[in-house]
């Protein structure tokens, strides 16, 4: 289908990077999905996700980090010193600091790049902690204005958040295509829809997706022989390249109905609330926007992410739960257990993995996803 | 789009026509007629039309009182009598036998109980006037400003607290060991400092009496009430703010947990993003911190719905009469 092309084109190739070779205006770079791209847009600079699942530039990455470290931490910056692609492209990184690997990875990236350091509270429900947030993203606004040239602007800020929900209205309407019975895509071209908006430029991946949608709406609904298992995936984020997992799922006849990954669907799932309409008001809410619904285990409460997938899994008609723990991230590995025993007492399945961005493992767990989607079939 | 801030607007609109010129549209004219005063009972029983207390001359269309602003003090009297308090206040003091209170005080339960503090968010004509100044902000860009805790929590004492004061007043003026003047001075109290009984008069092109130098007291509720009033415009730059401090509303904040209306959350389907918080006009966390409990109209919640529409989770916030759902996000 020419319009899921798109998305792979722009994840797979160096479309984007071709693109902004030629742009003269600034580039950021960020990590996590903490960083307010409303804010970017609206002083003119292109903000762009470098997150990656690149074993390689994970390897090349030993050499200035330590071997034990979460591999999404040390191929972060393994690009960043390579100067991959975008990683070479932008002016600028901006890196939250969920977890103690990208707490420590400013000052590694700052040898390559300017780094501007987004401090996150250990918690998010309490008022100081969103208090002091706010203020992180106060503080931030001056950086990109120095960096871009371009005050920060009440109509400029306004038009860049009612384009952010343009984006999460249709990525809306993608979801209910995910929903249907049977769904209408695969779960790993929905990460690939997801991971495109990570470095393409929003408004066209707005249009690509409503395409997109369009089209999906209009064909024939598939029929397949036997009804796919539905799979839910949650847990670390799988990034480009490494879609080791969602393809092993998917391989034998499952579907991955729907992630709750920070790299899939909570990427453009957020709206930002437009009811106050002055300048601080609407940073106030880009804040809330980047914060509060995030469902990072590098919060101290958790219960946020148990009621997440339990409302996925309800919406979405699932028939079990896929936790992907990304060894040495034990952030994620604790809360396995938790997640466990929630869908335990409703009655789903879940299955519990552990793995990296080698390709060593892949048969092994092959087995145990194969296993796990036949125990759901029987 | 809006759908519930349009009808609601349209229901506020309506609302204050004919609570404010209700007696214009069902015109019942006759003149207030002067209690008569049995001997021995306080000269407060009395209205003096040149006192601070001066009434319109004209009677309501419906001898009913409401659980919102519907004031005594409009032009030429409106659709009901007046407010909650206003009931309490005065038939408290003249001693009113219980026999007459009784229906009344059923039907305002009644009303509480079915709606709640939905009487405030859409039928109240002051709540209609404090968010016209809110509509008028936005319009010239100028920027809200947010109450620091320990100011919400001071105005939560002091409208509790004016509850009470005035119902104890009322109660105590109703015998003479205050003296004369204190007792006249003191009759409806609440009244003398809300925002109402000086705004609505001039909105009929009626002289609400603005000084009364009668005696101290009833100077110093004169100032006082000038100060009220002016702390009714603050409306302009913190959404409604005169509901922090209204006696009224804290009145039938009493039945809001137990009102047949209720507003509802699902807590699994919240992810919360705090767009309730940001929406709710009076700055209430409640929707966005509960967990537990399904019901989440507080105490101070007008039930206006604006966090229902703008939540963006759909069916995670519903607004069920008698458990039976009306609307959803």
Redesign the interface.
């Known amino acids: 289908m020419d319009e899921l092309q798109y998305f792979r084109e722009i994840v797979t190739t160096d479309r984007r990077e071709r693109e902004l070779a030629g742009y003269h205006g600034r580039v950021v770079g960020c990590y996590c999905n903490f960083v307010p791209e409303e804010l970017l847009l609206a002083c003119g600079a292109v903000p762009v996700r470098l997150c990656s699942g690149d074993a390689a530039a994970e390897r090349a990455a030993e050499a200035i980090l330590p071997r034990d470290l979460c591999a999404v931490a040390k191929s972060a910056a393994g690009r960043v010193q390579r100067g991959d692609g975008l990683c070479g492209r932008a002016d600028l990184l901006i890196l939250p600091t969920p977890c103690d690997a990208k707490k420590k990875l400013g000052p590694v990236l700052g040898q390559f790049k300017p780094v501007h350091v987004l401090d996150l509270p250990p918690r ?2 309490s ?1 100081s902690a969103q208090a002091f947030w706010k203020t992180q993203i106060r503080d931030l606004v001056p950086v990109i204005e120095r960096l871009t040239g371009t005050p920060l602007t ?1 109509a400029a800020l306004r038009q860049a958040m009612d384009l952010i929900n343009r984006r ?1 209205r249709v990525f809306r309407r993608f979801l209910a295509l995910r929903a249907a019975d049977p769904p209408r895509i695969t779960g790993q071209d929905a990460l690939f829809v997801t991971q495109a908006s990570f470095t393409d430029d929003v408004g066209r991946w707005t249009t690509q997706l409503e395409a997109l949608c369009e089209r999906l709406e209009q064909s024939p609904p598939p029929a397949p022989a036997v009804r796919p298992v539905r799979l839910l995936l949650t847990g670390a984020p799988l990034i480009w390249p490494n879609h080791k997992l969602i393809e092993l799922a998917e391989a034998d006849g499952a579907r991955v109905v729907i992630d709750e990954f920070c790299s899939g669907t909570q990427r453009v799932y ?2 930002v ?1 437009l ?7 609407l940073l ?2 880009v804040a ?2 980047c914060l ?2 995030t469902t990072c285990p590098c919060f101290v409460d958790g ?2 992410r148990l ?2 997938v ?2 996925l899994a ?1 919406t979405h008609r699932v028939d079990g739960v896929v936790y992907h723990c990304l060894r040495l991230c034990a952030l994620f590995e604790m809360e396995a257990q938790a997640m466990q025993q929630t869908l335990r007492a409703r009655g789903l399945p879940m299955l519990s993995v552990s793995t990296d961005f080698s390709a060593e493992d892949r048969g092994q767990l092959q087995t145990r996803v194969e296993a796990f989607v036949e125990m759901l079939r029987g | 789009m809006n759908r519930i801030t349009v009808t609601r607007r349209a229901v506020q609109v309506v609302f204050f026509i004919l609570l404010m010129y209700g007696a214009f549209i069902w015109p019942r004219h006759y003149e207030t007629p002067l209690p008569k005063v049995p001997a021995g009972v306080p000269r407060t029983t009395l209205y003096n039309r040149n006192r601070i207390l001066w009434v319109s001359g004209k009677e309501s269309v419906v001898d009913l009182y409401l659980p919102a602003l519907a004031c005594r003090f409009t032009a030429k009297g409106g659709l009901f009598k007046s407010c909650i308090l206003h009931f309490f206040s005065e038939n408290f003091t003249w001693r009113t036998s219980l026999q007459i209170m009784l229906p009344h005080i059923v039907w305002l339960v009644v009303l509480c109980l079915l709606l709640g503090r939905f009487w405030c968010g859409w039928i109240c004509p002051m709540g209609a006037l404090m968010d016209a100044m809110t509509w008028l902000r ?1 319009l010239t ?4 400003i947010h109450l620091t ?1 320990r100011w919400e929590r001071f105005l939560f004492y002091l409208r509790h607290f004016l509850v009470w004061f005035t119902v104890v007043v009322s109660v105590l003026i109703g015998y003479p060991w205050l003296g004369q003047g204190a007792n006249d001075a003191l009759f409806l109290i609440y009244c003398q400092i809300c925002p109402a009984r000086l705004g609505y008069p001039p909105l009929g092109l009626v002289n609400p009496c603005w000084t009364d130098n009668t005696n101290s007291i009833t100077m110093f509720l004169t100032v006082l009430g000038w100060f009220c009033f002016g702390l009714f415009f603050l409306s302009f730059a913190i959404p409604r703010f005169w509901c922090r401090i209204c006696a009224i509303g804290a009145l039938v904040g009493y039945f809001n947990r137990g009102a047949l209306l209720t507003l509802e959350k699902s ?9 309730c918080r ?2 709710c006009v009076l700055d209430l966390d409640d929707v966005y ?1 509960e ?1 537990r409990r399904p019901v989440v109209t507080a105490p101070e919640c007008q039930l206006c719905l ?1 966090c229902l529409e ?1 939540c ?1 989770e759909p069916g995670c916030l519903e607004l069920k009469f008698l458990g039976r759902r009306i609307l959803r996000s």
């Open positions: 998010k429900e008022p009440r999460h957020q709206p609330e009811r106050e309409t002055s300048l601080p008001a106030d809410a809330e926007k509060l619904p219960t946020d009621n997440r339990q409302e309800t | 936005k860009r100028w920027r809200q805790p807590a699994q389907k919240c992810t919360s993003c705090g767009t940001r929406s911190l967990r604006t703008d963006p």
